[in-house]
């Protein structure tokens, strides 16, 4: 009787193993399944947009019009005497000095007067080359011109004689005369009122 007992156990134990080999070769899962996110209808996307970074490319800058040309000259400081200038009706000129002689050994070339305006601020020149040739003068070097000159104004002015750039006063006033040799001669009106004025002048050559 132990003796089938012992049997049966015996038994037992190897179908308990025998079950336990069988499982532990079975084979594996494999995963290859399906995931719920695979198969699940795709939602609409809740994330913010990306704001995009601002261009560091400054845009191109637009040439400047061209304005149009207008046809209105600021009259410069220093002006020639060529031109001549008619008086006003009226215009109260002091009399006129006497002209100066012209130097020893000098020809005369040329003779006139030349009448000028003189606005505020502004200076007036005069040279001897420029006067002559407006008296149809044949033109001569200035360093062998000589002149002399006497001038009258409404106002008063500064009267100066130059060479390049060099200035030296004379005096201010409504008249006035001058040996000037081949120097420039000029007048400026350092009053608010335009002034008219008149110059004569003898003009020779050494």
């Known amino acids: 009787m132990l003796s089938r007992v012992a049997a049966f156990v015996a038994a037992c134990a190897v179908a308990s193993s025998c079950a336990e080999a069988t499982r532990d070769f079975s084979p594996a899962p494999t995963l290859t399944a399906t995931t719920p996110a695979a198969t699940a209808t795709a939602r609409p996307v809740t994330t913010a947009p990306s704001t995009p970074a601002p261009s560091t490319t400054a845009p191109p800058t637009p040439a400047p019009a061209t304005p149009a040309r207008t046809s209105s000259p600021t009259p410069a400081p220093t002006v020639a005497s060529t031109p001549q200038t008619t008086l006003p009706p009226g215009a109260s000129l002091p009399a006129m ?25 502004e200076t ?83």
């Open 124 to 206: 007036r020149k005069f040279e001897p080359a420029d006067l002559a040739a407006s008296r149809g003068a044949s033109p001569a070097p200035t360093a062998s011109l000589a002149w002399t000159i006497a001038w009258r104004a409404t106002e008063s002015l500064t009267a100066s004689w130059y060479r390049q750039d060099s200035v030296t006063q004379l005096g201010r006033g409504r008249w006035g005369t001058a040996e000037l040799g081949g120097a420039g001669f000029q007048l400026r009106n350092d009053s608010g009122a335009t002034v008219y004025g008149e110059l004569a002048y003898l003009i020779g050559s050494r």
């Open 97 to 121: 000095p006497a002209q100066p002689s012209l130097p020893a050994g000098s020809t005369q070339i040329a003779s006139g007067t030349a009448t000028f305006a003189i606005a505020p601020g």
